[in-house]
């Protein structure tokens, strides 16, 4: 089977397993597990540019998620006036002085040649700029936090629209990645997994702690959409016209019955567009980072990516900069995991610190890359819908299934209410299962990377 049939042949699959929701359970499901799959499907594409072009391990995606959805807060929510009178000017006064903390120390350490007296003067400058840093922080951080800490407690932030969250999410992203790959890329890929992993661990510990920052676990919700709210919607006249075009030849002749069934549509169809509008946005977001990604892999760039990837020693050899380049990929592949956060936070209307779990952010978007075909953006985007899919519907086909075997048994028997009440862990197991049969008969993914020589 050529590689473009297989491609159209495994995305219609997906397509009909989306439609088949859409009929056997509602539509408004099936569009939810849609827009869950786009943004997986960014966060995995994000994650095969570092993986598949380059070979970077990276087990710190969770990390580079929640620092967008930092981002989505900072930039729609508004700015919280007594916070800042209480201590927001403490705040940027000990930014300012960790600032020129680190100018210091970047200016003696150019203009002072290596010696122990450098060493004990670069200490010195350190160790009081911390303190001075704390000595400004501290009080700043408690008048904020006190500030109304039922309601608000933080900053908030810029007040603009969401939108603007997506690039911001990933600047913020792209500036972390920076910071660990100066420290960490110059480690064997083993101990860069344990290192990103690590880094990813005290990014979140920072946002759960950091109350001024983002209200920390008592999380942040109400933030504002890109696309209509459902009850405007349904208040809406042109609204209320459109629906009844559509499905008015359903509704029943009789005046009461007719108003009280258009008005159940207008609140079913309601949640319906909005998902819709969501969906839109995030195919523009997917297929444009698609078409970017494409063209940097087909450039030569992309060949000299691969080269690195393959041969190390050979790339060296032949004059490249393979840790530079390392940094470019690692970078530009974690701005993307950052947009992918900033939107799931913009999908969910809130920002909620404790969600955020290796299991779900690392675990699975790595299975994603692997299901799909690591090296290969379309396999990475086919990863990601399968894998959601099966992540969201394990549930109800675990619980279809385990009715099946046991639809036998007695109905109070004990294995039987047993493994009822263990659907829900179903999941755990199609996940494996998925992964090893990928792994046993299409070990380089559904969609292999194609290398043309």
Not at 157 to 167: A, C, E, R, T, V
Request: hydrophobic content about 55%.
């Amino acid at each position: 089977m050529g590689a473009n049939v297989k491609t159209i042949l495994t995305f219609g699959i997906m397509a009909v397993m989306l439609s088949a929701v859409g009929i056997m359970q509602s539509w408004s499901l099936a569009l939810a597990i849609t827009n869950m799959c786009l943004i997986s499907a960014v966060m995995a594409l994000g994650v095969n540019i570092q993986w598949g072009y380059a070979g970077l391990f990276n087990v710190g995606i969770m990390g580079f998620t929640a620092l967008g959805g930092v981002a989505a807060v900072l930039v729609s929510v508004s700015p919280v006036g007594g916070a800042w009178q209480a201590g927001g000017l403490g705040i940027l006064a000990s930014l300012a002085i960790a600032l020129a903390t680190i100018a210091t120390i970047v200016f003696i350490r150019s203009k002072l040649p290596p010696s122990r007296s450098r060493s004990w003067i670069l200490f010195f400058v350190f160790v009081a700029g911390i303190a001075i840093v704390r000595w400004q922080y501290a009080p700043a951080v408690l008048a904020i936090e006190k500030f109304e800490p039922a309601q608000t407690g933080f900053l908030g932030g810029l007040g603009l629209p969401i939108i603007f969250s997506w690039f911001v999410g990933g600047l913020f992203a792209a500036g972390a990645a920076w910071l660990i790959g100066k420290i960490a890329l110059g480690l064997r890929s083993d101990y860069l997994a344990i290192a990103t992993l690590g880094i990813s661990e005290i990014i979140i510990a920072m946002i759960k702690n950091e109350d001024w920052l983002t209200r920390g676990v008592k999380n942040v919700s109400g933030l504002s959409r890109p696309v209509p709210y459902e009850v405007n919607l349904q208040s809406s006249p042109w609204f209320h016209d459109l629906v009844e075009k559509v499905g008015g030849s359903s509704l029943p002749t009789e005046t009461l019955a007719r108003q009280q069934a258009l008005q159940q549509m207008v609140i079913e169809s309601s949640s319906i567009f909005v998902k819709l509008c969501y969906t839109g946005l995030f195919v523009i977001v997917l297929c444009l980072l698609l078409w970017l990604a494409h063209r940097a892999q087909k450039a030569p760039w992309g060949r000299m990516m691969r080269g690195i990837r393959d041969n190390e020693d050979a790339a060296n050899a032949m004059g490249k900069n393979v840790t530079k380049r390392h940094l470019q990929v690692f970078v530009l592949g974690s701005a993307v995991v950052g947009i992918a956060g900033a939107m799931m936070t913009t999908l969910d209307g809130q920002f909620t610190p404790g969600t955020y779990q290796p299991l779900r952010y690392t675990f699975l978007v790595w299975v994603m890359v692997i299901v799909g075909g690591s090296g290969n953006n379309l396999g990475s985007v086919l990863g990601a819908f399968i894998i959601w899919f099966f992540w969201i519907e394990a549930e109800p086909l675990g619980q279809w299934f385990i009715s099946f075997i046991t639809s036998g048994m007695a109905a109070d028997s004990a294995l039987k209410l047993h493994l009822i009440e263990s659907a829900a862990h179903m999941r755990l197991i199609f996940m494996g299962v998925i992964l090893l049969m990928v792994l046993r008969f299409s070990p380089h993914g559904l969609l292999p990377e194609q290398i043309r020589r």
